[in-house]
């Protein structure tokens, strides 16, 4: 058995229907990791014992007849997520050693849906980077070419899953981390509205702008995921109490009446050739499904990646004050250079004399942001664009110029800023390399989201060429 | 002092909130006394992940001590994150609030005038060091108790001009959180923490002074009163001498009863102040506040001000009365009981004053019953009275000329004569009232 074969939904037919157990299918995903991870280097930590044991009990619920949305589903957690017992280490060596005594919100969620955990996932150390490069845990490698890279902060997650580890993975989204991995790794990714998803438990990176989401192979099986993870939390002031709808009843293959903008913005210099064909046959199909296609205008974006380092870093740079070498085992020399850069660039911009300048310039600058989408979804239904503006780039091509690193977030910071939901779903290849569209709605508009990547991914099917794999 | 500097003090008061659990988890916020990390969380420990989900309570608490302060509620409020580095502030960073707190520009009525409030805002505790001996080597400990803990912090403008003032102040501040029944407002468990600051003035100078010294964490008013008295003198010979006082952080020393330096404003720190991403912005309606202006108790000075005029009672009574609002309760409670039975409010209110009476333990209508037997004793005839005590101040000559020549505690002596002459159980409270007046004319006869 391999999981790469099996969607979520198929591998729950297949537990129901006594194919096979949630043992073997769990055994099928460690295998896997067993035999591939060495290369792509897409887990942290491998729980296999507890794997096998919720495993084992899975098995038992199911011969009882027990019906949950996850049951016996093996799944995996970015090393961002605090998980009771298992360490957690957000790919930094400063917690190196950390052993939470409790679970994020979305770990308690996912398993009483009856997911098994099979590992803590890979990523760029505290959630800083685009590239999945900067994990002290070294770098993930992309399945479809181990020498390019899969796209981060949330690197391990979307190679699990392409790769036949899990079945599902979590990621963290604060500019882009689960969109640009998805859409270089050959799957969808959900960046959820702001507040949609609980943060508690989550390593925070900045706070006011991240969204808590995750990877499968199809659009189907996120809007499944995001049914179990979406919704209030008492511990999480910033989820309201906003309804969680059905997720899958509104798939469809008619896209009839809804209008999709295109952002001029996103579609202009510094845009991949490739890319930039790639988002055009994307929209082709779109409208052969019945959507209007409408030039739009987001006029602020070119300020998007300013206010974003400015916002993003002085948050991160509050967020990490807590690991000041007290607590937690490691001190702060444990610290790589990017987490420094942005601690340092976020104490610089909330200083006394300099915070006018940055810090509430950038906020009044995010408020335009806002607004810029605000004025396009009086237009518009929803936001068409290419994830990133070039298709995946060589491990090491960016590692020495951290703007040219940040500047691959360029389209993706922008929903962030906003709070948008962005489901990022495989649009093609590359040169072989994977690439996605994103599609950005208003807030809480993820079942229109999931309506249009579903009509999308009908026609277009990308998510099922696998990556060869030395087997 | 001299006239020639006018002391500019402000002061920073920390009232620790009585609420059931603390600001932003749902731990007990009732720390005093209990085993060290015993009511901690992933919260108020402030772990990876864990995020602060505001207390109702306390910001509503917050919001009336505001009011009881006659500020200005502000509808739009927010949180904002403090960072600083220390090793009891579990997050790297105290919530608090910066440039919206809940209440603005309130002020306390004194004696001698109005001291203006600047703001009201809520925040949360920090843990508490402990440092230890353990085996010889030295070590410090983290107590996360007290991490969370709801704080209101109070600040006034710099408008005292003395201790007592202050001191007058601190009072009415400490009765009337406690009328609201939001703090225990206890010294010695730290409910209550003073911070003034002080400067000098040349008199004649306008505008403040260009230094100032604050005091940090004095836990009673006593040492408030001496730390601000000692501030005064040390300032004003620096001053003298031609130099200008350091601007300083200094802390109170009650074994050397001095203050002395602790971080001199050049180390000050860059709080990197901004809103506290984690909590969206609290509103609350002019409804809703004016709804928690509603709930306000009737406070200390107006509860004074309508004993003395529902009760014919004294200002001196009803400031003792209502000093707290239990025995001011108790009060009402009684006075109504005595009522039905021909007692004036005055002799309740004189039983609670002098009388010890344990207002927990006894019930008002006990307390009743027990004035109407020392009233029913008292049934003695005045004439009989008189004529009595005359006869004892005659046979007690030396007790009398003590007495007028102020040894007034003798008064106790004679007192038990006449009763002795009595033979019957009556008001010895009467009976010294009657001697008083009695030893006032007798000695104007001679």
Redesign the interface.
Known sequence: MNLRNLTITEAKEGLKNKQFSAVELTQAALDQIKLQDNNLNAFITVTENEALDAAGHADKLITQGEDKPLLGIPIALKD???TKGIR?T?ASRV?DN?V???D?TVVTRLKEAGGVIVGKTNCDAWAHGSSGENSDFDPTKNPYNLEYVPGGSSSGSPVAVTSGMSLMATGTDTGGSIRLPASFCNVVGLKPTYGRVS??????M???LDSIGHFTKTVADSALVLGITAGHD?????TPNHSVPNYNEFLGYDLKGIRIGVPKEYYAQGLDKNMHKLADDALKVLISRGANVIDITLPYSQSAIAVYYIIQT??V??N?????G?RYGNDRSYFGDEAKRRIMLG?YV???GY?DAY?KKAQQVRTLIVDDFRKAFEQVDAIVAPVSPTPPWKIGAKTDDPLAMYLSDIFTVTANIAGLPGLAVPAGFINGLPSGIQILGPHFSEDKLFKIGYAYEQETQFWKEAPKLNE | MNNKYTPIIGLEVHVELKTNSKMFCSCSADYFGHQPNSHTC??CL?????????NRQAIEWCIMIGQALNCKINQFSKFD?K?Y?Y?DL????QTSQYDLPFGENGFVQLKKGKIRIRRVHMEEDTGKLIHEDIKGESFSL?DFNRSGVPLVEIVTEPDFHDANDVVEYLKKLQTIVRYLEVSNADMEKGNMRLEPNISLQLQGDDGLPKYKVEVKNINSFSFVDKAIKFEIKRQQEILESGKTPVQETRGWNEFKNATVSQRVKEEAN?Y???PE????PIIYSKNQIEQLKEKLPELQETKQMRFVKDYQLTEYDAEILTREKIMADYFEEAAQVAAKHKLTPKQVANHLINGKVDVEQLLPADLIKRIMESTRVKQIDENELNNIITSVLTANEKAVADYKSGKETVIMFLVGQVMRQIKKKVDAQMIKERLKIILYKYGSKN
Request: hydrophobic share 40%; no cysteine; proline share 13%.
């Open positions: 961002l997520f605090s957690t957000a917690l950390y939470p005594q409790y994020a943060r508690y438990g989550i390593v925070a900045a706070s006011s008492p511990l999480d002031a910033t002085a948050e740079s509050s990490l004050g807590r690991y000041d007290i104490t909330l200083s006394a915070y810090y | 992933p919260i402030g772990l990876p992940g864990a995020l602060p989900v505001p994150r960072n580095f090793p579990a997050k790297g960073f983290i860059d990197r102040y901004f991403p984690d909590i969206p």
